[in-house]
């Protein structure tokens, strides 16, 4: 694969679909997962494109995101009332139209807003990326340093973080963040 030219594809795609302050988010993603991986030995070049990717359908019409989470997930009803969760679905969906990318090395994006039971490196390296990369308003200079000591640690913070401001917005909280929670901590993190 040409990372440098698929590179240059995406960016030239995202700058036709999003607003500046949202590509300066997912440039910041990119570099925060390339960063990550590096460290824990994953393929750098991959997550730079999965940051890319991550929020490629971020300011698609809902209706339009509607069709393709009724189409796919027409049994998660949970999901079908959430329209904020649509776009790591239709960004997965979309990404593999676009540049021909494998569902497997695209998979780390349909679990960035939810999570999931038993994630992979890969799947908490872009979750994490996408809530510790410096532009976000709550960022702290700690967030990298407390994903090299203990990744699954940091998880479960931002994880319940998530989970309680959705709650406390008496939104319902999807099944996959539970499972998420229930399997971090039922193997003691
Ligand atoms: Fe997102
Ligand atoms: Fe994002």
Request: charged share 25%.
């Amino acid at each position: 694969m040409n990372f440098k030219r698929l590179e240059k594809n995406i960016v030239s795609v995202l700058e036709s679909r999003l607003s500046s302050g949202r590509l300066s988010h997912i440039f910041s993603v990119s570099r925060m997962a390339y960063d990550l991986a590096k460290y824990f030995n994953l393929d750098c070049n991959r997550h730079k494109i999965l940051g890319l990717l991550h929020d490629l359908c971020k300011e698609e019409k809902r209706p339009l995101q509607k069709k393709i989470i009724q189409k796919y997930y027409s049994n998660d009803l949970i999901l079908l009332e959430n329209s904020a969760l649509y776009h790591a679905k239709t960004s997965y969906f979309e990404a593999q139209k676009l540049f021909s990318l494998s569902s497997e090395f695209l998979s780390p994006i349909l679990w960035h807003t939810t999570g999931k039971s038993c994630m992979s490196l890969d799947d908490k390296v872009l979750y994490i990326s996408d809530y510790i990369e410096p532009l976000r308003p709550w960022y702290e200079d700690s967030f990298l340093q407390d994903a090299k000591d203990d990744i699954d640690k940091l998880l479960l913070k931002i994880l319940v973080k998530k989970i309680s401001y959705t709650m406390k917005n008496n939104k319902q909280v999807h099944p996959d963040s539970l499972d998420c929670y229930n399997y971090l901590v039922l193997n003691k993190v």
